[in-house]
């Protein structure tokens, strides 16, 4: 029987949906995994080879675990909520909505040819109400909350209403946006607004002013990773800083508890480091500065509260409230100049950038440790979210501080007399490395202050800063709350209406609220977020339902929300839900929270490592205080797989002709290089009737060709349409099969790198199946499978691969797999092997990585049920024992013949039986025999002269 795959496929694809195979529900008799992947955003390209390779490698593994006996959670859904969507109904008129509906069955339809086992009976979607119902709930529990950090946990907001009434905020320890003082006769004297506006301060959903990414042309708010070189990366349209009253979540307050819990879960290294460096905690002192002549003065934050005595110079971020209070009228128009510059460019582009400018602001402060006024200037390298948004500058201890000084010709003071600063002479970590002959061996300047380490000169700073009341001794965090607006249509809605200019909430009977239709999905006229143009967009708080907007009073009729919530809002709890998806009462059952508790396994890219991996480790640890999420840590186990890069080729064409050159050619001719679409080209052979039919532009072409063929040139570079690389799987499972696709990008190289996608090599890995297949029939499609016991070498063969696999699947070496499989079919195609015992468990053991293939041979081995229930096979160590040990046989160092020998057999007697031997004897004859090494299981050496 010839192996035809697109049958298999097709037959196993339909079983598996008629048998219910993937579906999974909780089994206390079974111990639990969950695999999960990052959901995709359905773009309306579809997939190309490089989306699955994340989606393969768990899979693999999801059922290598449901071999092992495990209960498996391997659900799939969609990012439904999203720019582009919203950006192509701008454009057409299409509603966003039908467009993501189009997008998800074309990338559904592609994911099942790849024969994923996802439960897809649990499917989200983010845009669907069912879903956003309960974002919009934790929503409400975070404005409800606040975060008590002497418990470490959010706490509800009634709380503080309770001890404000009695006592004000008197010995409050709880994270706010700003320090606040009053008593309880000066709450209880609020109005209701001025009570919500100090709720606010400490809410952790909450509305704030902050600096965000705004594109006018766009009309909304980006994240930082929606932009690139100051444009956005939809459409290219300028973007600059703007504050902006915004909602926010409180992520700072978890800050600690996110550092904490990276301790607890096991990821990388570097991804911890990457998380560690964003979370950004350091230790130090907060200290007062007064403006000279004036009675203004602004805090700084410093971890090297010790370096007072080297401050020169200030610094402001642009945004900060006191530039405009420090400017003199005599700077004043060159400092707009440069706050206008300034607002071109991103946080994260003003982080990575090293480049110096700065304005002088014309005023002085004054040093409280030394008296001495220093310059106050204004420069982007400073960010309004760290810290306080002010710094005091030690060039001759801060590289950055250092390049500042040197491009304004500002003063660098080192804090040993008589050392020698210089740019070379900053280390990475340590500081600066002290050239001064005062110091003799010492290798930094400030290890030896006053007679002080830096540890205990930092400590005596903080106790003088403290008993001089300069300021106070603080722990700090870089992570800045996160920004929960956008201003666009396509997006969760808030559930939230506005009274008297302050946000209240729906009831939370009345969730979801819906997202209503609209007439326009660009902002309003009046620049309003595009649900300004709802027509029905008001709450009745006596009927609890949205009204039409002329019903409007502010007495029981409000306004809604006009901004959306972020992508982010709806995958930082999407986990969970998978859980218990079609739960109508509840985010998720306690039991089945119990049961299912976290991720064991998460795959995804690390562009997420900062963005969306803090914002569920927080969202996660904010519904486990509340009850609901049973443990702290989401994802217990994570794996970044790499990207998959396009293999680009090129034609080359003569300069003024429609002519094309072969590859080898090329330099005789005057050419240029084109890109050209990798689907018409086979191993860099270019199809020159499909190269004709691909444009109009190439109808006409001719071709000088080398042996008969056109060769083309090739280029690793990103996949993109642009470049024609773009590989569609539909396209290769059709040529070769889901199996072949499946294990090639295996292949590839290891998961967590990014490696060429070659279909060069591809070949390869189909005639592996083939090999494969033919171990069960012949080529007249005779069945081969006898019940005749199996062989010692063949009993070892298997045994050395199951070894192989199972050491490789946990630790994601699945190349290395795929290279034992291979030499296994090889040597039992030697062997003539086609036993029932060994193929039943060679085909178990493929099982995860060609799941198609291996059902189908499953059945024909004439076992009932699924492949996918069987038992992973165990491997065996006594068939791996070796008998025989191969000898090297060699004279002066050079290998002559092998010869082999029982693995037990003494020295001594292989060193005679190796002497005695004819072959030996040929190269003694006539010489004298120094000595014999024998290098036990290895090789023997004859000395001879």
Known sequence: MEYNFREIEKKWQKRWVENKTYQVTEDETKQKYYVLNMFPYPSGAGLHVGHPLGYIASDIYARYKRLQGFNVLNPMGYDAYGLPAEQYAIQTGQHPAITTVNNINRYREQLDKIGFSFDWNREIRTCDPEYYHWTQWAFQKMFNSYYCNDEKKARPIEELTEAFAKSGNEGLNAACSEELHFTADEWNAMSEKEQQEVLMNYRIAYLGETMVNWCPQLGTVLANDEVVDGVSERGGFPVVQKKMRQWC????????????????????????????????????????????????????????????????????????????????????????????????????????????????????????????????????????????????????????????????????????????????????????????????????????????????????????????????????????????????????????????????????????????????????????????????????????????????????????????????????????????????????????????????????????????????????????????????????????????????????????????????????????????????????????EAFKAWRPEYATAEFILEDGKYICGWAVEKMSKSMFNVVNPDMIVEKYGADTLRMYEMFLGPVEQSKPWDTNGIDGVHRFIRKFWSLFYDRTGNYLVTDEAAGKEELKSLHKLIKKVTGDIEQFSYNTSISAFMICVNELSALKCSKKEILNQFTVTLAPFAPHVCEELWETLGNTGSVCDAQWPAYNEEYLVENTVNYTISFNGKARFNMEFPADTASDVIQETVLADERSMKWTDGKTIVKVIVVPKKIVNIVIK
């Open 249 to 688: 979540l409180r992520v700072s307050a978890y800050a600690q508890r996110l550092l904490d819990g990276l301790d607890t879960i096991d990821w990388t290294e570097s991804l911890k480091e990457t998380q560690k460096n964003w979370i950004g905690r350091s230790e130090g002192a907060e200290i007062q500065f007064k403006v000279k002549d004036s009675d203004l003065e602004f805090t700084i934050f410093t971890t090297r509260a010790d370096t007072m005595f080297g401050v020169t110079f200030m610094v402001l971020a642009p945004e900060s409230e006191l530039v405009a209070q420090v400017t003199t009228p005599e700077q004043k128009a060159d400092v707009d100049a440069y706050l206008e510059r300034t607002k071109k460019r991103t946080e994260r582009e003003r982080i990575s950038d090293r480049s110096v400018t700065g304005v002088f602001s014309g005023s002085y402060a004054v040093n409280p440790f030394t008296g001495e006024a220093v310059p106050i200037w204004i420069s982007d390298y400073v960010l309004a979210g760290y810290g306080t948004g002010a710094i005091m500058a030690v060039p001759a201890h801060d590289s950055r501080d250092y390049a500042f000084a040197k491009h304004f010709n500002l003063p660098i003071v080192p804090l040993v007399e008589g050392c020698d600063v210089s740019e070379e002479s900053f280390d990475a970590k340590e500081g600066i490395v002290c050239n001064s002959p005062k110091t003799g061996t010492e290798p930094y300047c400030d290890l030896n202050l006053n007679g002080l380490t830096v540890k205990e000169a930092i400590a005596a700073t903080k106790k003088y800063v403290k008993e001089h009341n300069l300021g106070r001794v603080k722990v700090n965090f870089r992570l800045r709350d996160a920004i929960f607006s956008r201003q666009r249509y396509w997006g969760e809605p808030f559930p939230v209406y506005y009274k008297d200019g302050m946000p209240y909430m729906i009831d939370e009977s009345c969730l979801p609220l819906e997202l209503p239709e609209v007439a326009k999905f660009l902002p309003t006229e009046t620049g309003e977020p595009p649900l300004g143009h709802a027509s029905k967009w008001a709450w009745d708080t006596a009927n609890k339902c949205v009204v039409d907007n002329e019903k409007i009073d502010n007495i029981t009729v409000f306004p809604l929300e006009l901004n959306t919530m972020p992508g982010f809002a709806g995958s930082s709890a999407y986990y969970l839900r998978y859980m218990d998806p079609r739960n109508h009462t509840a985010l998720i059952d306690k039991k089945v929270d119990e049961y299912w508790r976290n991720v064991d396994l998460y795959v995804g890219g690390t562009e997420h490592a900062t963005g969306h991996l803090i914002y569920s480790r927080f969202w996660n640890k904010f519904l486990h205080d509340l009850g609901v999420s049973a443990v702290e840590e989401p994802f217990q186990k994570l794996v970044n797989q790499g990207m998959i890069q396009g293999r680009s080729n090129f034609v080359y064409r003569i300069k003024d002709t429609n002519t094309f050159v072969s590859l080898n050619l090329k330099d005789q001719y005057d050419t240029t290089p084109l890109h050209v679409d990798v689907n018409i080209v086979s191993n860099d052979v270019l199809d020159t």
